[in-house]
């Protein structure tokens, strides 16, 4: 095929050679964030979004089907999607392989054509598109695709070249378009993320060496001695169940979904791969029905095998036995007797917490009460055991671990929400890099069979969240609560105290490393060595006259009496307003800082 087309198997090449580049460079990406603070995430957010549609790309072995490779591309990164970066990577590979599932072999004028349909994607993701960001780095690489493509250029790898030579040109002129990043002196960290991308992309095509490994977990020791033998006593779920689902149609992203969920709820080790006719299906578990009666509603079964891994070790343990010391091994068997379900002779169905004559317990599964399906139901996104409580107590059906050091992918707010019995699930984001994946999970969630309605009131802090709750009326209408909760986000003001990373430079404020900051909604508003006193000059240049209200939410690195001592010396400079004092148990935030 030479250097003018791409086939199914080079691009699966290509694209994982992307992802393990961005996976490589993610911590230098990490650190491009302007504010230098620990939590800097973009290189991170990318990374595991691409690496979500990298498995399910690796699952499909060396196939050459086209429109295999691309649905595992676009709805694996739309699952994984993860902080704004990572939601619009998702949409970038999202539009591109629109174009590119269509054609057998890619070539210039495909990629020219892809390129376009990933940038308009991207672009219509984004509310309020900002230039001088990771969208104008894809633009830029789609107009040299388009100008290549024009003027005959028929080599993919020249225009490879030359598309990434002008990426790495618009990116580099990035701070003229973002004074912040000037002031910083960094360019874009996603319109970065998404250069090494390309390169990886074009290394992989190059035919460079690069180690194509895409795991989750570090590969075990091949040392015999290295790690003692696993009990049957270790073995969680146990039966191999494996089968292929002859679908009626084609699983939308929101049902691939839905049918992982499940199968992570009744096991582990799952695989879930699906194209437009057949869904391959690996689970672990200990009731194989289960999976087989939840796939039968896509479809029929074919290729079924299920193993059951107790009795292989069993197994296992008697031949390797050499001198024959049966006793031991019944003892070990005995000793994981009590993981083995126990099923009725009549109807095969686990008999659950059945006691045996030995009087050993067989495992139950944790029975689930369904409570009636309710009207309104929220799911909020918070870190830090005292901020969940507080949600919590306000009402929150489920919580969330994540915010501003683990923004949840598209797929752990739709779990989240799944998880919730109501017609209407609220989703509170708490912070502005997790609205847009929140977005996707509700655009998603629209071709649930269900019949369940995801709302995003688009929260961008802890407080203006709790806010919102707060604001929520039972008895009104749902749309008169969208609209007073979404209005009360504007009347609170949030800071945030956490320590640099690094110097830089931001509003013309000289941040030192190890510099405690105090972050407002627009910007820095303190600097200092002293947390207390950075925590105060952040607060008092949050305040104005109509304030009633400032409520501080302490982290998990902060004494009670030196939170209680700031309290004091707040209350005796704003005796107008009442002052209170709550856990919240963040990391990385000394203070979380409302004012309303």
């Not at 990043?181 to 991308?197: E, T």
């Not at 000793?335 to 009549?346: F, M, Q, V």
Request: with cysteine; glycine share 8%.
């Amino acid at each position: 095929m030479g250097n003018n087309a791409i086939d199914a198997k080079m691009l699966s090449k290509m694209f994982l050679s992307g992802a393990k580049n961005l996976d490589a460079k993610k911590e230098w990406i990490n650190e491009l964030n302007v504010f230098p603070v620990p939590d800097g995430d973009t290189g991170t957010n990318m990374t595991m979004t691409i690496m979500s549609a990298a498995k399910e790309v690796k699952s499909l072995g060396d196939t050459t089907d086209m429109k295999a490779i691309c649905k595992a591309i676009s709805s694996g990164s739309l699952r994984g999607a993860r902080g704004n970066s990572g939601v619009i990577l998702s949409q970038l590979l999202r539009g591109f392989t629109k174009i590119v599932k269509e054609h057998n072999v890619i070539t210039v004028e495909v990629l020219s054509e892809s390129f376009d349909k990933a940038v308009e994607t991207a672009y219509k993701a984004v509310m309020k598109p900002k230039e001088g960001t990771i969208l104008t780095v894809a633009k830029g690489a789609s107009e040299k695709a388009n100008e290549l493509a024009f003027y005959g250029c028929d080599d993919i790898g020249v225009f490879c070249e030359e598309v990434i030579k002008y990426a790495e040109e618009v990116l580099a002129r990035t701070p003229e378009m973002l004074p912040v990043l000037k002031q910083a002196g960094v360019v874009d960290s996603g319109g970065q993320g998404l250069v090494q991308v390309l390169k990886g992309a074009y290394d992989g095509f190059l035919g460079k060496e690069i180690d194509l490994t895409i795991s989750e977990e570090k590969p075990a020791s091949s040392k015999s001695n290295s790690k003692p033998e696993a009990k049957e006593s270790d073995i969680k779920f146990g039966y191999c169940t494996e089968f292929i689902v002859l679908l009626n149609k084609p699983l939308n992203v929101k049902q691939e979904i839905d049918f992982k969920g499940f199968l992570e709820s009744i096991g582990d080790s799952i695989v879930l791969v699906a194209d437009d006719e057949i869904c391959k299906v690996h689970v672990h578990s200990n009731d194989p029905g289960l999976a087989i009666q939840r796939a039968l509603m896509y479809g029929q079964l074919s290729n079924m095998k299920i193993d059951n891994m107790w009795m292989e070790h069993r197994e296992k343990l008697f031949h390797e036995n050499s001198d024959g010391s049966w006793s031991e091994i019944k003892t070990e068997i005995n000793g994981a007797a009590e993981l083995t379900p126990t099923y009725s002779k009549d109807d095969d169905i686990p008999l659950g917490n059945k006691v045996e004559a030995s009087g050993r317990k067989t495992p139950e599964t944790e029975p689930v009460t369904q409570e009636p399906r309710k009207e309104i139901g929220f799911v909020t996104v918070c870190a830090g055991s005292g901020l969940a409580d507080i949600f919590r107590g306000l009402g929150v059906d489920h919580v969330i671990e994540g915010g501003q050091t683990m923004n949840p992918s598209t797929a752990d707010i739709l779990d989240a929400v799944a998880k919730v019995n109501a017609d209407t699930v609220i989703v509170l984001p708490n912070n502005k890099n997790i609205i847009l994946a929140a977005n996707q999970a509700a655009i998603m969630s629209e071709d649930s069979d269900d019949g369940k309605k995801i709302v995003v009131v688009p929260s961008k802090t802890v407080p203006q969240g709790i806010t919102a709750i707060i604001n929520y009326v039972p008895d009104a209408p749902i749309e008169d609560n969208i609209s007073a909760m979404t209005d009360s986000l504007k009347t609170v003001s949030t800071g945030e105290v956490t320590y640099a990373v690094r110097d830089t430079m931001i509003d013309d404020i000289a941040i030192k490393q190890g510099d405690y900051m105090g972050i407002g909604d627009k910007g820095i508003l303190g600097v200092g060595s002293d947390i207390a006193d950075v925590t105060f000059e952040m607060l008092t240049k949050m305040m104005n006259d109509d304030l009633e209200l400032i409520s501080l939410y302490y982290g998990e690195e902060v004494d009670e009496k030196d939170a209680q001592s700031l309290r004091d010396r707040i209350t005796e400079q704003y005796p107008q307003c009442d002052v209170e004092l709550q856990f919240g148990g963040q990391p990385i935030y000394y203070y979380i800082v409302s004012a309303e």
